[in-house]
């Protein structure tokens, strides 16, 4: 079975720091790139970022909201993604996220892990 | 950035209805449409890839349609199960920035 698993939430201070985990199992996890998405309670998706595979050079692109303060990067190895989160700030409360992208005629995200929450709070 | 405006924000519907939703892009995407669905407390599953290629196991009440800047999700007739909220998402590239809309609750009358 296809799953990955999220870790590594809890509550931070702001300005603090966090670093996600997603673990993955049952399907090469080198090929795929994976994305964090989070949810705000009672709010929509939004698009965090990305990371790439070793072919595409482990390419990162990020939503405006994360660039400069958040850092994508996996370890193949260990089948692990990280989302490491510094700087962060009360409006980063949310669930996180992460999913394997799946490049066909288009990209799409399957399947996505349980989410773990961050609550950024003084 | 490319835009996805989602309509209605919010809809209510009975059991055997048929139902559509519309997702709108800021600029033609093509054809890099997916269509996501998120029960409370749950994470989201893929439905719809590509505007209209159902994801394996999602009943074929369920369909998708569109092009360049205008989609639309449709039920043609809703299930118990089918109460949740809608996501569509764009993934045309470059950008990269994959947004989703601000989604679509369906609730039942």
């Known amino acids: 079975e296809v799953q990955l698993v999220e870790s590594g939430g809890g509550v931070v201070q702001p300005g603090g720091s966090l670093k996600l985990s997603c673990s993955a199992s049952?399907?090469?996890?080198?090929?795929?790139?994976i994305h964090w998405v989070r949810q705000a309670s009672g709010k929509g998706l939004e698009w965090v970022g990305r990371?790439?595979?070793?072919?595409?050079?482990?390419?990162?692109e990020y939503a405006a909201s994360a660039k400069g303060r958040f850092t994508i990067s996996r370890d193949d190895s260990e089948n692990t993604a990280y989302l490491q989160m510094n700087r962060l700030k009360i409006e980063d409360t949310a669930v996180y996220y992460c999913?394997?992208?799946?490049?066909?005629?288009?990209?799409?995200?399957?399947?996505w892990g349980q989410g773990t929450l961050v609550t950024v709070s003084s | 950035d490319i835009q996805m405006t989602q309509s209605p924000s919010s809809l209510s519907a009975s059991v055997g209805d048929r139902v559509t939703i519309t997702c709108r892009a800021s600029?033609?995407?093509?054809?890099?449409l997916n269509w996501y669905q998120q029960k409370p407390g749950t994470a989201p599953k893929l439905l719809i890839y590509a505007t209209s290629t159902l994801q394996s196991g999602v009943p074929s009440r369920f369909s998708g349609s569109g092009s360049g800047t205008d989609f639309t999700l449709t039920i043609s007739s809703l299930q118990p199960e089918d109460f949740a909220t809608y996501y569509c998402?764009?993934?045309?590239?470059?950008?990269?920035?994959?947004?989703f809309g601000q989604g679509t609750k369906l609730e039942i009358k």
């Open positions: 999913s394997r992208a799946i490049t066909g005629s288009t990209i799409w995200l399957d399947p």
């Open positions: 049952g399907f090469t996890f080198s090929g795929f790139a």
């Open positions: 998402q764009q993934s045309y590239s470059p950008p990269y920035t994959f947004i």
């Open positions: 600029q033609s995407i093509s054809i890099y």
């Open positions: 990371i790439r595979s070793a072919p595409n050079g482990y390419a990162t």
